[in-house]
């Protein structure tokens, strides 16, 4: 079956310090989400990305979707505190109405 | 507009007790999922509800188990409560659960089992 695995688990990074996190499919997706979870709180949808190759930016966030539509990153550069969580990619492995997220990748900045 | 709630949001109980969670999902959304999230298993799709009907849904035992309503409204139930159910039980909640659409999340109900 489809398997997504999303590193690393854990960084730990020193502010202004830039940071990446990877989702990595054996199969083809059909588009990925990425979403953000604080602590303490619930997961918050950043972004989606559905064609090949495709780069969107947030601010200091880049998000790119590979040619093959296997992989997914999501770059922050020069964190700031604000930015620590927990960020998930997550997908869609059939037509409809399931979404399943990947293990997620902790980000601790330090001030 | 209101967002997706949940009620309630701390539970406690004890091993073989049954537990019903509900989650109301944003006005005019027919989709709703639910998922269990753990320290060591992340975010786990239990099922999801689109018109009533239970449309996917995920590897969890039969002791999980969720109704929709009309009004799209949502709960879940776990009954024979064990120690390893005892996690945060996030509902989300999407126009009608097309794979381009994003998930809308409640703050969750965090549930202890005892």
């Known amino acids: 079956g489809q398997q997504v695995m999303q590193i690393p688990q854990y960084q730990h990074v020193q502010e202004g310090e830039d940071f990446t996190t990877y989702c990595n499919s054996s199969t083809t997706l059909s588009n990925i989400q990425w979403y953000k979870q604080r602590p303490g709180g619930h997961p918050v949808f950043l972004i989606q990305l559905v064609k090949s190759g495709e780069v969107k930016k947030q601010k200091r966030l880049t998000f790119q979707f590979g040619e093959a539509k296997k992989n997914s990153s999501l770059h922050i550069t020069a964190t700031q505190t604000t930015d620590v969580g927990t960020y998930f990619c997550a997908y869609p492995p059939g037509n409809t109405g399931k979404l399943i997220f990947g293990q997620g990748t902790t980000l601790q900045v330090k001030p | 507009k209101a967002g997706v709630t949940q009620t309630p949001r701390y539970l406690i109980k004890t091993r073989g007790q049954q537990v019903t969670l509900s989650c109301s999902p944003i006005s005019g959304h027919r989709s709703v999922s639910w998922y269990q999230q753990t320290p060591g298993q992340g975010l786990q799709f239990l099922f999801e509800?689109?018109?009533?009907?239970?449309?996917n849904k995920g590897n969890f035992p039969g002791r999980f188990s969720g109704r929709q309503f009309s009004n799209s409204r949502s709960e879940m139930n776990v009954s024979t409560l064990e120690l390893g159910d005892s996690a945060l039980y996030l509902c989300a909640s999407s126009l009608s659960g097309e794979t381009n659409e994003k998930l809308f999340f409640g703050s969750g109900t965090q549930l202890s089992v005892l």
């Open positions: 509800y689109f018109s009533e009907t239970q449309r």
